[in-house]
């Protein structure tokens, strides 16, 4: 069993910067493939940003150049850095775990674990 919790959420005005964390337990995170989603209200859930166990990234679209992941496997723990915030980014953000995948996965379904999430809310 793994266990994902996040933090570094909360509330920026536009163009600012948060840190997003999500430490993980297990002593195998080292090959877990890891993503960040989010879940707007009334919306469904969307990949963010993905690494691999080997580093490979992956972004959605309207993020790149914006946020950057990156893992520390000596810390257990997964970071979403994201600046130049934009009121859109707010939503609940969730990390997510993928046991088996030495890739990115980008849907949902492929992950595995899921933390509790963490509410980013960017003001105009």
């Known amino acids: 069993q793994v266990h994902l919790v996040e933090s570094g959420g909360g509330l920026v005005q536009a163009g600012g910067s948060l840190r997003l964390s999500c430490a993980a337990s297990g002593r195998t995170f080292s090959s877990f493939a890891m993503g960040w989603f989010r879940q707007a209200p009334g919306k469904e859930r969307y990949f963010v940003a993905g690494?691999?166990?080997?580093?490979?990234?992956d972004y959605m679209d309207s993020v790149k150049g914006r946020f950057t992941i990156s893992r520390d496997n000596a810390k257990n723990t997964m970071y979403l850095q994201m600046n130049s915030l934009e009121p859109e980014d707010t939503a609940v953000y969730y990390c997510?775990?993928?046991?088996?995948?030495?890739?990115?996965?980008?849907?949902?379904?492929?992950?595995?674990?899921w933390g509790q999430g963490t509410q980013v809310t960017v003001s105009a």
């Open positions: 690494i691999s166990g080997s580093g490979r990234t």
């Open positions: 997510a775990a993928d046991r088996f995948s030495d890739y990115v996965p980008i849907f949902p379904r492929e992950y595995d674990y």
